[in-house]
Structures are given as structure tokens and as C-alpha cells.
């Protein structure tokens, strides 16, 4: 009962138009094993459009392609069951590959399971050790870091340079023995709350508030990185059968806005896992309200593209800031995991599917060559009641 009053508590959107807008997540098909072990599987339903979605895999699978290069791995699960599923030569289904950004989504989960044990409340101020009192930052929500709208200096989309992107300092250069560190020191440039900015400090911040949250007395830097690998293990990965690698910085901290190595059979899991609202084989793993607080846009009017931690698409398909990687309004319902290099988690709840895609491209130019080809893959698909 008090985690139920808590969680009512947690999400009693500000924007709660929008939470009354979402389409339904869709319940898992009665008498169907959940794939906590292996998938069932099934052939291609007969409502796909055959010439569209063979067109897909073609270009896929073909070759490197010019815009969206080599596609590794596709797996497509509809009504709980695997219906395609391929590997580019050299990978297989045992391959983990790199999830980048992808793990910014993890992290919104493990938050989840902070939340669900009540070592997390994100409507109160998420704070940090390197901020002395009355520093600004302290005052920045849990609920606002998740939404990037923390207001921290901070460029990586859109940097001229790979010298000129804080990420790359930050995960490779001087922030790399301490990555929290690094992101504590950035400072605001504007009002917290008020406009969205894609920022994977804030995500390390967020990795490092949980941990101190779950493991407060950690003894030293392993104790605290082995503890955090139990945990995880314990509360997210082992109850849905992920067996993921996390990285972690050499403080103890996991990353939280990428390394997170998995193969496309734990990815799509993953995806499922938020496609039936957080609930695996009768167990609550995320808080009730959890997977409508990722899929609903944040409070930046300006941006209709970001939830929390998860990627939206915008309901004209278009997208503001920038575009989203789905493109068909009929799909606005969709919201997904995306990383670095063209890594994608796709999950539409108007067709009850996964779509993971693991691949590889150089450049920011293939997102949106990648974005046609997962819009034109789905829209393959039948809708599900």
C-alpha cells in the first residue's frame, strides 16, 4: 500500500494531458511463456506487407549500405514471440554488442528499481558531494535530470568536433578517471526545467546519485562496483533473463550513459519489458506509472522528441528540435532506446512489437537513413487490438 501511495505520488504529472494521451501498453497474450529463458518463436504474420518489409532486409542485410553502413543484427517481436530475427556474418545470437546511449535508457530503468524499493523519490532534489550548500545545481530534480532539463553547459549533439564534444572528454579524456567528478564540475547556463538538452553528464550524475543511494557505505571502489553489479542483477537484469556486461569508471561508478554490452536477444528484453509496462511474468519490476513517465514528453514545449531517458516520436512525425527517428504519424505511439552508431530498441504499442537493430555507421548523417528503414520496417506490420 505505501508503495502504492508513493508511486501515485511520483507520477502525478504536471503534463498529465499528455500521460491521458498515450495508447495503451498491451498485455502479455494469455497462455504465452514469457522469455525469460528462451523466446517462442513464430513465422511472419500474415497481415506483414511481404514487398515492403523483404525490401527492408535487403537493404539491410546486403552490404554495407551507404548511409546507414552494416546492420548486425534485426530482431522484430510481435505479440510476445520472435517472427524474424537475422545476423550479418561473424555475429550470432550469443554476440554482445555496445549499447552507447542505449544504457541511458538501463539507467531510467535501474532508477525505476530504486524507486519501486523507495531509495529513490525523483521529485526531490537529486544533489551531489562536489556541491557545496547553497550551489544551484543541488536543487535539480531527479525528475529534471531524467528529463534533460537540468540547464547544465553541456554539448554533444550537434559539437563541430570530436575535441570540441564533451563526451569525449569526459569518457576519454581529462574526466575519465573520475567521470562524476567531471560532470559535477559543469556549471548552468540556464534555469533548470525550462529547456531540453541532450546531456550524458547528467546521466553519469544520475548513475552516480543511485549508486550512493543503493550502496552508501561502499568500502572502496570494488566493493561499491560489485555490490552495484549484484543489485542491478538482482532487481532489473535477472528477473526479465538479461545477462549483460556493464562497464564501470575506475571510482566504481557504471557509466550510466553508455557501455552496456548485450546481445539482441537481451536487448529485445529489454524493449519488452517497457512494452508490458514494467511487469515480467506476474512480478512488478518498474514502479506502476514507470514506462509512461519515459514515453511522455518533458516539460520543454520546444521538444517533442524526449521523454525521460527514451527518445519519442513527435506526433507530426516530424520532430522539434531535430527529427525523430520514426517518421509516419501513425507510429507517434512509439518510443525508443537509441545509441551511438545507429544502436536502436524500438517499441510501438499500437502493434504489440520489438524492433532492435544493432549495427554500425560512421558520422551523424545515417540517422535519419536509419530512421526510413525503421519506420518503413514496422510500417510492415499489422496493428494489434
Same mark, same amino acid.
Given at each position: 500500500?505505501?508503495?502504492?501511495?508513493?508511486?501515485?505520488?511520483?507520477?502525478?504529472?504536471?503534463?498529465?494531458?499528455h500521460a491521458q494521451a498515450l495508447y495503451p501498453l498491451p498485455p502479455q497474450p494469455a497462455g504465452l511463456a514469457w522469455p525469460t529463458q528462451e523466446w517462442a518463436e513464430a513465422p511472419l504474420p500474415a497481415d506483414v506487407d511481404r514487398a515492403e518489409?523483404?525490401?527492408?532486409?535487403?537493404?539491410?542485410?546486403?552490404?554495407?549500405?551507404?548511409?546507414?553502413?552494416?546492420?548486425?543484427?534485426?530482431?522484430?517481436?510481435?505479440?510476445?514471440?520472435?517472427?524474424?530475427?537475422?545476423?550479418?556474418?561473424?555475429?550470432?545470437?550469443?554476440?554482445?554488442?555496445?549499447?552507447?546511449?542505449?544504457?541511458?535508457?538501463?539507467?531510467?530503468?535501474?532508477?525505476?528499481?530504486?524507486?519501486?524499493?523507495?531509495?529513490?523519490?525523483? %521529485?526531490?532534489?537529486?544533489?551531489?558531494? /562536489?556541491?557545496?550548500?547553497?550551489?544551484?545545481?543541488?536543487?535539480?530534480?531527479?525528475?529534471?535530470?531524467?528529463?534533460?532539463?537540468?540547464?547544465?553547459?553541456?554539448?554533444?549533439?550537434?559539437?563541430?568536433?570530436?575535441?570540441?564534444?564533451?563526451?569525449?572528454?569526459?569518457?576519454?579524456?581529462?574526466?575519465?578517471?573520475?567521470?562524476?567528478?567531471?560532470?559535477?564540475?559543469?556549471?548552468?547556463?540556464?534555469?533548470?526545467?525550462?529547456?531540453?538538452?541532450?546531456?550524458?553528464?547528467?546521466?553519469?550524475?544520475?548513475?552516480?546519485?543511485?549508486?550512493?543511494?543503493?550502496?552508501?557505505?561502499?568500502?572502496?571502489?570494488?566493493?561499491?562496483?560489485?555490490?552495484?553489479?549484484?543489485?542491478?542483477?538482482?532487481?532489473?537484469?535477472?528477473?526479465?533473463?538479461?545477462?549483460?556486461?556493464?562497464?564501470?569508471?575506475?571510482?566504481?561508478?557504471?557509466?550510466?550513459?553508455?557501455?552496456?554490452?548485450?546481445? %539482441?536477444r537481451d536487448w529485445a528484453r529489454f524493449g519488452y519489458l517497457y512494452l508490458r509496462n514494467g511487469v515480467w511474468n506476474g512480478r512488478r519490476v518498474l514502479p506502476e506509472g514507470w514506462v509512461d513517465f519515459a514515453r511522455t514528453p518533458g516539460p520543454?514545449?520546444?521538444?517533442?522528441?524526449?521523454?525521460? /531517458?527514451?527518445?519519442?516520436?513527435?506526433?507530426?512525425?516530424?520532430?522539434?528540435?531535430?527529427?525523430?527517428?520514426?517518421?509516419?504519424?501513425?507510429?507517434?505511439?512509439?518510443?525508443?532506446?537509441?545509441?551511438?552508431?545507429?544502436?536502436?530498441?524500438?517499441?510501438?504499442?499500437?502493434?504489440?512489437?520489438?524492433?532492435?537493430r544493432l549495427g554500425l555507421f560512421e558520422g551523424a548523417e545515417g540517422w535519419d537513413a536509419l530512421g526510413d528503414w525503421a519506420t518503413r520496417m514496422i510500417g510492415a506490420f499489422g496493428d494489434r487490438p
Amino acid at each position: 500500500m505505501l508503495r502504492g501511495a508513493i508511486a501515485a505520488l511520483v507520477f502525478a504529472f504536471a503534463g498529465a494531458a499528455h500521460a491521458q494521451a498515450l495508447y495503451p501498453l498491451p498485455p502479455q497474450p494469455a497462455g504465452l511463456a514469457w522469455p525469460t529463458q528462451e523466446w517462442a518463436e513464430a513465422p511472419l504474420p500474415a497481415d506483414v506487407d511481404r514487398a515492403e518489409f523483404d525490401l527492408a532486409v535487403t537493404e539491410a542485410f546486403a552490404g554495407r549500405h551507404p548511409q546507414f553502413g552494416d546492420t548486425r543484427a534485426v530482431i522484430v517481436v510481435q505479440s510476445g514471440r520472435i517472427v524474424f530475427e537475422r545476423y550479418m556474418d561473424g555475429f550470432n545470437r550469443d554476440t554482445r554488442l555496445i549499447s552507447w546511449s542505449m544504457a541511458k535508457s538501463v539507467t531510467h530503468a535501474l532508477v525505476g528499481v530504486g524507486v519501486l524499493q523507495s531509495a529513490v523519490s525523483i %521529485a526531490a532534489p537529486m544533489g551531489n558531494p /562536489h556541491w557545496r550548500a547553497g550551489d544551484r545545481r543541488a536543487s535539480i530534480t531527479w525528475r529534471q535530470w531524467l528529463n534533460m532539463v537540468d540547464g547544465q553547459d553541456y554539448t554533444e549533439i550537434g559539437a563541430p568536433s570530436v575535441l570540441e564534444n564533451d563526451v569525449t572528454h569526459m569518457l576519454y579524456g581529462r574526466g575519465r578517471g573520475d567521470t562524476a567528478r567531471f560532470a559535477a564540475g559543469l556549471p548552468l547556463i540556464r534555469d533548470p526545467g525550462a529547456q531540453w538538452n541532450y546531456n550524458s553528464a547528467g546521466s553519469i550524475l544520475i548513475s552516480d546519485a543511485l549508486t550512493r543511494a543503493i550502496v552508501p557505505d561502499a568500502a572502496n571502489a570494488a566493493d561499491r562496483r560489485n555490490r552495484m553489479r549484484a543489485w542491478m542483477q538482482e532487481g532489473l537484469f535477472g528477473p526479465i533473463g538479461m545477462n549483460p556486461v556493464v562497464e564501470f569508471d575506475p571510482t566504481g561508478l557504471y557509466y550510466g550513459s553508455a557501455l552496456v554490452w548485450a546481445d %539482441a536477444r537481451d536487448w529485445a528484453r529489454f524493449g519488452y519489458l517497457y512494452l508490458r509496462n514494467g511487469v515480467w511474468n506476474g512480478r512488478r519490476v518498474l514502479p506502476e506509472g514507470w514506462v509512461d513517465f519515459a514515453r511522455t514528453p518533458g516539460p520543454d514545449r520546444g521538444t517533442d522528441i524526449y521523454g525521460a /531517458h527514451w527518445w519519442l516520436t513527435a506526433p507530426d512525425g516530424q520532430g522539434k528540435p531535430m527529427r525523430s527517428l520514426i517518421t509516419d504519424p501513425d507510429l507517434a505511439d512509439s518510443f525508443h532506446a537509441q545509441g551511438h552508431e545507429g544502436q536502436i530498441v524500438v517499441v510501438v504499442p499500437s502493434k504489440d512489437l520489438v524492433l532492435v537493430r544493432l549495427g554500425l555507421f560512421e558520422g551523424a548523417e545515417g540517422w535519419d537513413a536509419l530512421g526510413d528503414w525503421a519506420t518503413r520496417m514496422i510500417g510492415a506490420f499489422g496493428d494489434r487490438p
